[in-house]
Each structure stands twice: as structure tokens, then as C-alpha cells.
């Protein structure tokens, strides 16, 4: 956790320092706030054990490779802007499978001033945003034989053949599944 705090208020130092270079411009820093980093859920160390449907007596686990956040420059502004009025902050959170057999299951954060927007990344695969993260889709739901409260549950209608068509999600366990369109399932492992 001090590590993860460590980069993000390096990452905001280095911004405003790189800020501070503008002329006659003023620059604003969307920051986390009231425990909103929780939504990318896993943090340095966390594992993630899943089972996969087509081989259902071996749990695969996933391990934490990458927290961090870092500054963005806001709607309307990119990188060759001379002055970005508006940056928000980005917090990522990759859980890469030990073997790399699977697709990385990445969460991204990213706090804006009025709000913040979540997706969740299935690596190569998919990019799906929860629509209205102050709504989930269930109140309760059963996944794997766990009955989960606050339940996300995200679909992609644009799915091919071997992409995600539907993640299930909560605030405080992650991914609770990913499944393809060809029928195969990772499904988040409680022993």
C-alpha cells in the first residue's frame, strides 16, 4: 500500500512540476478521493485464483504485476497541447496469469472532477466500461456457487469468436467471471 501511494504522489509531483512550466496557464489535477482507488480492487501481492470451465479440477491463479496511477490530460486536451488545463488521474491494476496462458484481467480507474469512470480489460480481448458505477446490475448474485452483493454485470455485443462477451464484477472481490463468446468461462475460485 505505501508503495502504491509512494508512485501516485510521485506521479502527481512529476506533473506538477512538468505544470509549472506553462505560461499564463492554469492547471488542475483530478485526485482520488474517498476511497475510490478501491475500484481497481487488487493491489501489490493480491493473488486471484479462477477456475476455467473446460478444465474444472485445476485453479489458475493470477497474480498482481502492476499498480500504479499517473496523470492524464482531461477530454479535449492531448499530449502536444502547449497547456493542459485539465488533467485527470488514471489507477491501473493488472492481474497477469502466472503462466501467461490467459489474457491479463486489467481494471482501470479514472477519476475525472465530478466523477470517475471504470473498465475492465481483458488483455487483447475486451475493454468494457461499467455504464453507471453507482448502480449495480444485481444485489445479489450467484457466481460459482458464492452468492456475491453488488454485481456488475457487464456485456459486449461487439464480441468475436474468441472475445469476452460478459464480465461479471463487484467493488470488493474483482472479477468474478469472464466469459467468451465461444462458450468458456473463468470463474473466480473460493476454496
Known sequence: MKSIRLVLYLSLFGASLWLASC????TSVAQFQNGDSSWTVYNSGDS????????????????????????????????ADVCIEQYYTRRVSVMQHNNRRYPALTVVAVRMPDSIRVSLVVADRAELRIPDINTPDHATLAVGGITYRDVYDVTNPESSPT?????????EFGFLQ????????????VP
Open 23 to 26: 505560461n499564463n496557464c492554469e
Open 48 to 79: 486471484l485464483e479462477m477456475v476455467d470451465s473446460r478444465t474444472p479440477d485445476t485453479v489458475r491463479v493470477f497474480l498482481n504485476t502492476r499498480v500504479n496511477a499517473e496523470p492524464i490530460p482531461g477530454d479535449g486536451f492531448g499530449p
Open 163 to 171: 472475445g469476452v462477451s460478459r464480465i461479471l464484477f463487484n467493488r
Open 178 to 189: 469472464v466469459a467468451y463468446a465461444n462458450g468458456r468461462t473463468l470463474t473466480r475460485y
